[in-house]
C-alpha cells in the first residue's frame, strides 16, 4: 500500500468517531460549501468531469464526422404487427442519428414509429390525432450496459407477447426509441470509453431535444406530451430524466456531442424496479437485508473491518487537502422464474447480474459490512424530513425501527390485500399476520428471509470496485472507481479512486427534485415488485415521497408476486398514461 493510500484509511479509521452533522447526508457532504470543495480538490482521488470530456472532445475533433439534425420524413418503411388478433400498421423511420457530433453514432441513434392511420386525412386511434399522439419514449437499458432501440415485437423475450412498443403503437402513441450509450461503449476513435456516468442521461436528454427540435417535421406526435419507460437500470434512468429537465448541469456534455438546443423536459415517467439512489443504495439494503447471511449472487472480498456505533459516520473526510464525501450506493435482484444447466437463475431483465440458484454464506467482513451501513440509514431518511400523505413525519430510530419503517410495511401490507382479494392463499406466510380476510402487520425481519438476500454487503459499491456499478462510474481508459467513501476507505489496492462529485450527483435524481432552474416531469408511475431484491423497497419509495412531497403527481405501488421486471402491467400502465394525457391540463399540485 502507498503513501497515501495509508493515511487516507487512518483518516477514515479516526474519523469514524466524529457525530453526523444534523441534517448532513453522509453521501454527498450535502452543504453547498463542501460540494464546491469536493468538485475544485479532488485532484488525487478522480479526474475532474468537464477536464475528462475536454480531452476526449479534443481526441477525436480531427476525424469526427458531423450529421444533420434534421428529421427526413421520407426515409420509411411500412411495416404490420400483429396484436391479440389485430393488424397493426406502423411507419418505420430507423437509426437516426440524434445527435450531430457522436461519441458512438451507432449508440447515439434512433428509430420512431408512427401509427399508420396518422397519415390518413382526420386518421385517429384511440382518440388521439397525429397532432395529439403522445410520444412513448422506452429505453433498453439495464445493468447500466449500452441500450439498444426498442423494437416494436410481438415476442418479448421475458413475457412471450407483444411489448410495450407494440402495445403503444396499437393505443396511438408515436414511439420514439433511442439507443444509448453505457458502461461498455467504445467510441468511433476505437480507444475511449465513451459511455460512463453520466453519458447515459445525456444521451437521453439528446434523443427529448430531437424530437422537439424536429416537432414541425415529424409527421405525427405532440412533443409536450414525452413519456419515458425504463427497467432496472432503466428505471433508473427514466427517473433521472423525469427529475433533471433542463438542469444546466448537463449542458457541457450535451454540447460536446451536439445536441440540439431546445427542452429536454418530460411530461410522465414510467419506472420499473429503478436500481437508483446509488450512494444510498448500501445502506438502505442493509436495512431490509441485514441478519440474512446468505447471497444468492457471490460478492468480492470484503474490506478492512473499522468498528463503528449508530450515528457514528461522519458527513465526510479529508485526506490532505481532499474532500471525500461519506456515502454509500446499486443492487441487482430475486428468486427468478427458472434454472439452466449451470446452476443459474435465468428469466433476468436483460444484463442484470447473475443469479445463482444456491445461496453463499457471507464472509465475517461482509457481515461487519452489513452491520454498519444498517446504522448509517436512519440519519440519512431523517434528513430528508419525508412526510406520508396525511402530513405525518416519516422517521427512524437508531434501531431501524419507526414511522418510515411503518411505511414500508403498509406498502408490502396493500401488496398482500390485493393478492388475498384476488383469492389467493397465503397462510403459509409467516412474515403477513392475518385476520379475518385482513392483512393486519408485517414483520420486516421475517419478510427478509422470505424475499432472500441477493448481494453480499455492500451490495454496490464493492470494496474491489467489481460492481456493475463501479463500471459505470470508471474512467474513460475503464478503470472503475468508487462512488461512496464508505467504500473508498476499505479499499485496500493502491490507487483506488472516487468518481467525481459531480459525476454521481447528477446520476441521483433526489439532488434534483425541488431545485431552482429544474423542470420535473408532473406524473410518475413508479413499480417495485414485491419479491424484488436487486434494491430494497425503501429505495423507490424514497424516491417516491419526495416527489409527493413536492407537489408531483406519484402513483407507486408493490405488485405482489412481481419480481426483479419491468412492463409487466402493460394494459395498466396505458390505462395510466391515457388517463394523464386525456384530463385536462394540470400544473403541480
Not at 469536493?38 to 450529421?67: D, G, I, L, N, R
Not at 427542452?263 to 415517467?269: G, L, T
Not at 408485517?442 to 419478510?447: G, R
Request: glycine share 8%; net charge neutral.
Amino acid at each position: 500500500m502507498n503513501l497515501k493510500k495509508s493515511v487516507l484509511t487512518m483518516l477514515a479509521v479516526s474519523a469514524l468517531t466524529v457525530p453526523f452533522a444534523s441534517g448532513t447526508t453522509q453521501a454527498a457532504a450535502a452543504d453547498t460549501q463542501t460540494q464546491a470543495a469536493v468538485a475544485a480538490k479532488t485532484a488525487a482521488t478522480a479526474e475532474p468531469a468537464a477536464q475528462t470530456a475536454a480531452k476526449t472532445t479534443a481526441a477525436k475533433a480531427v476525424k469526427q464526422q458531423k450529421y444533420s439534425l434534421k428529421f427526413d420524413a421520407k426515409n420509411y418503411t411500412k411495416e404490420t404487427l400483429q396484436l391479440n388478433g389485430q393488424a397493426v400498421a406502423f411507419r418505420a423511420y430507423r437509426n437516426i442519428p440524434y445527435v450531430s457530433k457522436p461519441a458512438s453514432v451507432a449508440s447515439e441513434s434512433m428509430s420512431i414509429f408512427i401509427p399508420e392511420k396518422y397519415f390518413s386525412k382526420g386518421g385517429t386511434v384511440n382518440g388521439y390525432t397525429a397532432k395529439t399522439a403522445p410520444i412513448f419514449l422506452p429505453n433498453g437499458v439495464g445493468g447500466y450496459m449500452p441500450g439498444q432501440i426498442t423494437e416494436p415485437s410481438d415476442n418479448d423475450r421475458m413475457s412471450g407477447g407483444a411489448n410495450a412498443a407494440l402495445v403503444a403503437l396499437s393505443k396511438g402513441y408515436v414511439v420514439a426509441a433511442p439507443a444509448i450509450r453505457g458502461r461498455t461503449t467504445v467510441g468511433d476513435d476505437g480507444t475511449t470509453y465513451v459511455g460512463k456516468a453520466p453519458a447515459l442521461i445525456v444521451d437521453y436528454k439528446a434523443a427529448v431535444r430531437y424530437l422537439r427540435y424536429n416537432r414541425h417535421r415529424l409527421p405525427a406526435g405532440d412533443t409536450d406530451k414525452i413519456i419515458s419507460d425504463g427497467t432496472s437500470a432503466g428505471g433508473a434512468l427514466s427517473a433521472l430524466l423525469g427529475a433533471t429537465g433542463n438542469s444546466k448541469e448537463y449542458n457541457a456534455e450535451l454540447k460536446a456531442i451536439g445536441a440540439a438546443h431546445e427542452r429536454d423536459d418530460i411530461f410522465a415517467s414510467m419506472d420499473y424496479c429503478p436500481i437508483t439512489n446509488l450512494d444510498h443504495a448500501d445502506m438502505a439494503y442493509e436495512w431490509m437485508f441485514n441478519g440474512v447471511n446468505e447471497a444468492y449472487q457471490s460478492g468480492g472480498p470484503a474490506g478492512p473491518m473499522i468498528q463503528m456505533q449508530p450515528g457514528q459516520m461522519p458527513a465526510f473526510l479529508k485526506a490532505g487537502d481532499t474532500v471525500i464525501p461519506m456515502g454509500p450506493g446499486p443492487v441487482v435482484q430475486p428468486a427468478a422464474t427458472s434454472e439452466s444447466e449451470d446452476g443459474t437463475v435465468t428469466k433476468r431483465p436483460a444484463n442484470a447480474p447473475t443469479e445463482n440458484a444456491t445461496a453463499t454464506s457471507m464472509t465475517a467482513a461482509e457481515i461487519t459490512a452489513s452491520e454498519q451501513l444498517k446504522a448509517l440509514f436512519p440519519d440519512y431518511v431523517n434528513s430528508l424530513n419525508l412526510k406520508d400523505k396525511n402530513g405525518k413525519a416519516l422517521t427512524l430510530n437508531a434501531d431501524g425501527t419507526g414511522s418510515f419503517a411503518d411505511y414500508i410495511k403498509s406498502v408490502y401490507a396493500a401488496s398482500a390485500q390485493s393478492a388475498l382479494d384476488a383469492g389467493e392463499d397465503l397462510s403459509d406466510l409467516d412474515w403477513l399476520t392475518i385476520e379475518d380476510g385482513r392483512v393486519k402487520d408485517v414483520d420486516l425481519a421475517k419478510y427478509a428471509a422470505w424475499a432472500t438476500r441477493l448481494k453480499a454487503a455492500p451490495a454496490f459499491d464493492k470494496f474491489d470496485r467489481s460492481s456493475g456499478e463501479n463500471d459505470e462510474f470508471g474512467t474513460t481508459d475503464n478503470t472503475p472507481r468508487h462512488f461512496t467513501g464508505f467504500s473508498l476507505t476499505r479499499d485496500m489496492t493502491a490507487g483506488a479512486k472516487m468518481a467525481t462529485w459531480d459525476d454521481i450527483r447528477r446520476m441521483n435524481p433526489l439532488y434534483f427534485i425541488g431545485a431552482k432552474n429544474v423542470t420535473v416531469a408532473l406524473h410518475w408511475r413508479i413499480r417495485h415488485g414485491a419479491k424484488d431484491r436487486d434494491t430494497t423497497l425503501a429505495i423507490p419509495a424514497i424516491l417516491a415521497l419526495t416527489l409527493e412531497n413536492h407537489g408531483y403527481d406519484v402513483d407507486f405501488a408493490s405488485p405482489w408476486g412481481k419480481g426483479h421486471a419491468g412492463d409487466y402491467d402493460l394494459t395498466e400502465l396505458f390505462d395510466w398514461t391515457d388517463s394523464i394525457c386525456k384530463a385536462p391540463k394540470t400544473s403541480k399540485k
